[in-house]
T-cell receptor
């Protein structure tokens, strides 16, 4: 089974703190994604990566950065957390190429509360 | 403008009912289509892909109408365990980020 793990299920941080959210997948997938999910807004793409050291902005990259130093790991960084970044953060991965490989597998999510 | 629109519901149906969800997408260049399911406080999981010819998986039937840019999901003989949020999803090309609808909530009661 594909497994995508995220470093924390719940996280509480203070405004202005630097926050690291880690995501690891064990299927040698090329593509990795970070989304946030908020009530009434659905899932929105923050950043994605097609390869090691490669990143692309999604729909809402402001206030976030990412790092992909190894194929299996994709980190989301909040440089200076703000209360409007309180959300559920979901990491996903997928392989490249065929339609079968387009399936995205999600981690369990991290619920971040910024006070 | 990339957008996927769904009726948010909720759809409240009794066990055994047949229920249909609809979804429209705005970008005619969309290539791949999916339905994901998300249980309360859980991550989304792929329910089924949607093919132009239509496809069926047990009680679930998905259809795509490219001309009308419309996707549907039909659930027959609803079970309590079908209660979840159903997300309509499209991509512009293989391996790219998914574009999610906001989801349709289904509640099946006994």
């Amino acid at each position: 089974d594909v497994k995508v793990t995220q470093s924390s299920r719940y996280l509480v941080k203070r405004t202005g703190e630097k926050v690291f959210l880690e995501c690891v997948q064990d299927m040698d997938h090329e593509n990795m994604f970070w989304y946030r999910q908020d009530p009434g807004l659905g899932l929105r793409l923050i950043y994605f990566s097609y390869d090691v050291k490669m990143k692309e902005k999604g729909d809402i990259p402001e206030g976030y950065s990412v790092s992909r130093e190894k194929k299996e790991r994709f980190s989301l960084i909040l440089e200076s957390a703000s209360t409007n970044q309180t959300s559920m953060y979901l990491c996903a991965s997928s392989g490249a190429g065929t339609a079968y490989q387009e399936t995205q597998y999600f981690g369990p999510g991290t619920r971040l509360l910024v006070l | 403008r990339k957008e996927v629109e769904q009726d948010p519901g909720p759809f409240n149906v009794p066990e055994g009912a047949t229920v249909a969800f609809n979804c429209t997408y705005s970008n005619s260049a969309s290539q791949s289509f999916f339905w994901y399911r998300q249980d309360c406080r859980k991550e989304p999981k792929l329910l089924m892909s949607v093919y132009s010819s239509g496809n069926e998986d047990g009680r679930f039937t998905a259809q795509l109408n490219r001309a009308s840019q419309y996707i549907s999901l039909l659930i027959r003989d609803s079970k309590l365990s079908d209660s979840a949020t159903y997300l309509c999803v499209v991509t512009l090309q293989a391996g790219t980020a998914l574009i999610f609808g906001k989801g349709t909530t289904l509640s099946v009661s006994s």
